[in-house]
């Protein structure tokens, strides 16, 4: 889903280009259908509470939370995260300042900084990212994921 481009300033002159909501990587959004429920906090934007049913964050601005659930977590390079989150996969070019468990890849861009606990199963930390605090790599499948359901099964 995409939003209409506002109409020139002034006659004769280009519309303007709407920023891509994703700058990580010059991601392209095309693989996510309009279904998935995807949050996006713009630059300049704080958002201090609880967020619910959504399964992709986008962080651009700043987000302050007791405790997320989240399939996706995207932090912007000028973006900041303060809280206690739970993810399918992160991706963070900002700050991520809290406790971070991630069920499967946690990716950790040049200019990202994760500060506090993180629990992941894969790590990839780009030259340049910045890791203060505890992080455990977790080598047995977490709740959530198939391998998970497969070692139930076997015992």
């Known amino acids: 889903m995409s939003l209409p481009t506002p109409p020139s300033p002034m006659p004769g002159s280009a519309p303007r280009q709407r920023?891509?909501?994703?700058?990580?990587?010059?991601?392209?959004n095309s693989n996510y259908?309009?279904?998935?429920?995807t949050l996006i906090v713009h630059n300049g934007i704080a958002i201090r509470g609880i967020i619910e049913s959504i399964e992709r964050l986008i962080i651009e601005g700043t987000v302050?939370?007791?405790?997320?659930?989240?399939k996706e977590i995207l932090i912007a390079p000028e973006g900041v995260f303060r809280g206690v989150a739970e993810a399918g996969t992160a991706e963070i070019a900002g700050v991520m300042?809290?406790?971070?468990t991630v069920r499967n890849t946690l990716t950790i861009r040049a200019s990202g900084r994760l500060i506090g606990d993180a629990e992941c199963r894969r790590l990839q930390v780009?030259?340049?990212g910045q890791i203060t605090g505890k992080l455990e790599m977790t080598s047995s499948a977490l709740p959530g994921t198939k391998e998970y359901s497969h070692?139930?099964?076997k015992n």
């Not at 259908?33 to 429920?37: A, E, I």
């Not at 302050?64 to 989240?70: D, F, N, R, Y």
């Open 64 to 70: 302050e939370v007791e405790h997320l659930t989240i």
């Open 151 to 153: 070692e139930t099964t």
């Open 97 to 100: 300042e809290g406790k971070l």
């Open 19 to 28: 920023a891509s909501s994703s700058r990580l990587n010059n991601r392209e």
């Open 33 to 37: 259908t309009d279904n998935n429920r």
């Open 126 to 128: 780009e030259e340049g």
